[in-house]
T-cell receptor, first 113, second 112 residues
Framework: DGGITQSPKYLFRKEGQNVTLSCEQN?????MYWYRQDPGQGLRLIYY???????QKGDIAEGYSVSREKKESFPLTVTSAQKNPTAFYLC????????????FGEGSRLTVL | GQQLNQSPQSMFIQEGEDVSMNCTSS?????WLWYKQDPGEGPVLLIA???AGELTSNGRLTAQFGITRKDSFLNISASIPSDVGIYFC????????????WGLGTSLAVNP
């Protein structure tokens, strides 16, 4: 079945370490997104990509980096520069051309110890 | 980033009751979406609305795109325990079709 797979589901990291969250989709969607979710704050856009080898900053890109080398994959790196990285991270994808809406993965919970 | 005004923030109801929640914006929207998020999972799209006045149902759920294009509501009839979760509204401005704006969510608890 088509869908989005995020891994790992849970991740613990020490302060000062970079960590990479994986997002893979087999929906043949062109656009992919990363959101951060904190309690009571809803969803905030970190980065998005509408085509391979191109991506744009969202509202809270500082301390994060992404790559889009393949259509199916959009990994997110949480760098040591991100001051408050503990959060629930959601990856989503969407077909272009005005059809369809965001389809989300199951999320990755990052905890910094 | 900008956010929608979604209310109520939380609800605690008895099984079988009807539920209503809404979102408002200060700007005109051309798309309203309603998502549900179960604990520890990603949001799932419930209903999408693209025309002012549009009324759409999905089982026990009904949503409407307000005539003013600045609001939308979601109703759940005869609630059941599995309706528990966070409901998010989201929308796109008429002037910027790419950016999706999110409400802060309505947390629903259902007492069996």
């Amino acid at each position: 079945d088509g869908g989005i797979t995020q891994s790992p589901k849970y991740l613990f990291r020490k302060e000062g370490q970079n960590v990479t969250l994986s997002c893979e989709q087999n929906l043949n969607h062109d656009a992919m997104y990363w959101y951060r979710q904190d309690p009571g704050q809803g969803l905030r856009l970190i980065y998005y990509s509408q085509i391979v080898n191109d991506f744009q900053k969202g509202d809270i890109a500082e301390g994060y980096s992404v790559s889009r080398e393949k259509k199916e994959s959009f990994p997110l790196t949480v760098t040591s520069a991100q001051k408050n990285p503990t959060a629930f991270y959601l990856c989503a994808s969407k077909g272009l051309g005005g059809t369809g809406e965001l389809f989300f993965g199951e999320g990755s919970r990052l905890t910094v110890l | 980033g900008q956010q929608l005004n979604q209310s109520p923030q939380s609800m605690f109801i008895q099984e079988g009751e009807d539920v209503s929640m809404n979102c408002t914006s200060s700007s005109i929207f051309n798309t309203w979406l309603w998502y549900k998020q179960d604990p520890g999972e990603g949001p799932v799209l419930l209903i999408a609305l693209y025309k002012a006045g549009e009324l759409t149902s999905n089982g026990r759920l009904t949503a409407q795109f307000g005539i003013t294009r600045k609001d939308s509501f979601l109703n759940i009839s005869a609630s059941i325990p599995s309706d528990v979760g966070i409901y998010f509204c989201a929308g796109r401005y008429a002037g910027n079709n790419r950016k999706l704006i999110w409400g802060l969510g309505t947390s629903l608890a259902v007492n069996p």
